[in-house]
T-cell receptor
Framework: GAVVSQHPSWVICKSGTSVKIECRSLDFQATTMFWYRQFPKQSLMLMATSNEGSKATYEQGVEKDKFLINHASLTLSTLTVTSAHPEDSSFYIC??????????????????FGPGTRLTVL | ELKVEQNPLFLSMQEGKNYTIYCNYSTTSDRLYWYRQDPGKSLESLFVLLSNGAVKQEGRLMASLDTKARLSTLHITAAVHDLSATYFCAVDNPSGGYQKVTFGIGTKLQVIP
């Protein structure tokens, strides 16, 4: 199946600094990628939809100036957490969907998830 | 707004026992996904259920979908310790086209030897 990578896998930074997380689709092109945040023992919360060549679409309550998303190519989306604070510490996961299913009417959205990036802000 | 509810939230069971995890969702959808997540890891796809009455089985896990009841079940048969993980269901979100999904809160399964 398709592979999605994330870099780095774990980052610790000081409060007030910015951190960039990369999400790459290794063997397929992704015009859309999704960024999720997961706090301990909680579900995945969609933060934003990254669109290649256009602005990202943010979910309600997510600050777009704090979480900058750039989708500059068909295989790379980046999430930059600007002026990070301890409350931004979380597990960040990206995914890239591919439409699967060759039979008409049976198409479905297969999400390929990256391995996640654990951000700890001191 | 699409809501996806799972229960139970936490499940501790002995090896060899059977149990069912339930996933309810609030709006019409006929695409439902089950994922597994191990601690500190990302999500692993288990099942994709595409239509009413769909049933899929892999090893000791069996998933089914009833789109009329807006209900999916994940049944565990003769649990083994290796099945310990958190299980999420997710549903295609109509407001996001076919690509956006909404996740349930997850069910943490602990299988005790």
């Amino acid at each position: 199946g398709a592979v999605v990578s994330q870099h780095p896998s774990w980052v610790i930074c000081k409060s007030g600094t910015s951190v960039k997380i990369e999400c790459r689709s290794l063997d397929f092109q992704a015009t859309t990628m999704f960024w999720y945040r997961q706090f301990p023992k909680q579900s995945l919360m969609l933060m934003a939809t990254s669109n290649e060549g256009s602005k990202a679409t943010y979910e309600q309550g997510v600050e777009k100036d704090k979480f900058l998303i750039n989708h500059a190519s068909l295989t790379l989306s980046t999430l930059t957490v600007t002026s990070a604070h301890p409350e931004d510490s979380s597990f960040y996961i990206c995914s890239a969907p591919q439409i699967s299913g060759s039979i008409p009417g049976s198409a479905y959205n297969e999400q390929f998830f990256g391995p996640g990036t654990r951000l700890t802000v001191l | 707004e699409l809501k996806v509810e799972q229960n139970p939230l936490f499940l501790s069971m002995q090896e060899g026992k059977n149990y069912t995890i339930y996933c309810n969702y609030s709006t019409t959808s006929d695409r439902l996904y089950w994922y597994r997540q191990d601690p500190g890891k990302s999500l692993e796809s288990l099942f994709v259920l595409l239509s009413n009455g769909a049933v899929k089985q892999e090893g000791r896990l069996m998933a089914s979908l009833d789109t009329k009841a807006r209900l999916s079940t994940l049944h565990i048969t003769a649990a083994v310790h290796d099945l310990s993980a958190t299980y999420f269901c997710a549903v295609d979100n109509p407001s996001g086209g076919y690509q956006k999904v909404t996740f349930g809160i997850g069910t943490k399964l602990q299988v005790i030897p």
